[in-house]
Each structure stands twice: as C-alpha cells, then as structure tokens.
C-alpha cells in the first residue's frame, strides 16, 4: 500500500475506457478542505481529458468524510456510472481518526456490494497533513487522478 517513493497519478489514456457518455457523481467531504480540493480538481480534469462531459459530472459538498456514505448513497438513486467519494481523514489526539476511517470504509463497502454502481473510494487517511499534501497534488501524486481512473475502469464492468 505504500506510495513513498512512487507517483501513481501517471496513466495511459489508450489503457482507460471513454468516458464518453459516462455521468459521474463526485461527493466530496468539506473537513480538510485544502486537500479535498486538490483531489476533487484531479479528479474532475481527469474525468474530462478521459472524455467525460462537464455537464455529466455532478458534485456535493457533504460537511466531513463520515457523511460520505450518505452522499454516496443519495447520488446512486440517480442515473450514475460511477460515484467517487472524497475526503482526507488526518490523525489526531483522540480515536476519532479510527471511528471516521472506520465508519467510511464499511459504508462505502457495504454500497458497493448492493451492485448499482461502483463506488469509488478517494479518502485519504493520513498520519500528517504533509502527507495528505504530498497525495493530493505533491510528490506522490494526486490519488484524485486515480480515483478517476478507477471509476472509468469501473463503470464499464
Ligand atoms: C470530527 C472529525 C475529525 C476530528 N476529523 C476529521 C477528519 O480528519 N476528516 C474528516 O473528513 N472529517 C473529520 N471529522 C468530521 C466527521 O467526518 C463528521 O463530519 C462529524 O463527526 C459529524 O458526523
């Protein structure tokens, strides 16, 4: 799972499905919103480049990265391809980090398993915020890139 060293974000555009077509839903979590931003931007110029109409790309603000489930839930009772959900969970003094972390990652598994669309998942669970910095935009690339990547592979299965 570790990404020291490497930037995942580079991709073969021959190697990715169209997106034309494709509606995508993005849901992106407002808590560390620095972050959230830059993945969402890597997120939505990929979606584009990969031939995704502007106007096929719907966004909502959920206020932290444990109403994702929530947002995600919501945006798949619409006509979607794929869901991606965005947030940056950062550690702290107290087990609040685990519960969050915890919480999104049942949820967003346990949507994925109902086989409506796929759900894509762009949370950022990071010890600092440098670390957080460096995979969204920094030196590790923008994990907001991949997720777009993921969902195209995705929403063609
Ligand atoms: C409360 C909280 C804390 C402490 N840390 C984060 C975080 O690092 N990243 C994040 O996305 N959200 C955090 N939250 C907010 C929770 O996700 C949630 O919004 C609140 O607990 C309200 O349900």
């Given at each position: 799972m570790a990404t020291i060293h490497?930037?995942?974000?580079?991709?073969d555009k021959a190697e990715v499905p169209s997106g034309e077509g494709k509606k995508i839903s993005i849901v992106v979590a407002e808590w560390n919103a620095e972050i959230t931003e830059n993945l969402f931007d890597g997120a939505f110029q990929t979606l584009i480049d990969c031939g995704v109409a502007a106007s096929d790309i719907t966004r909502t603000n959920v206020p932290?990265?444990?109403?994702l489930v929530y947002g995600a839930r919501k945006a798949l009772?619409?006509?979607?391809?794929a869901v991606i959900v965005i947030g940056s969970v950062i550690q702290g003094q107290t087990k609040h980090f685990d519960f969050v972390c915890h919480g999104v990652t049942q949820g967003i598994t346990a949507l994925n398993l109902e086989g409506k669309a796929p759900v894509i998942f762009c949370v950022l669970t990071d010890n600092t915020l440098q670390q957080a910095q460096d995979r969204s935009g920094g030196k590790h690339g923008n994990k907001g890139v991949e997720a777009a990547v993921a969902a195209l592979k995705m929403a063609v299965l």
């Open positions: 490497s930037n995942l974000s580079a991709y932290g990265s444990f109403e009772e619409k006509d979607v391809d």
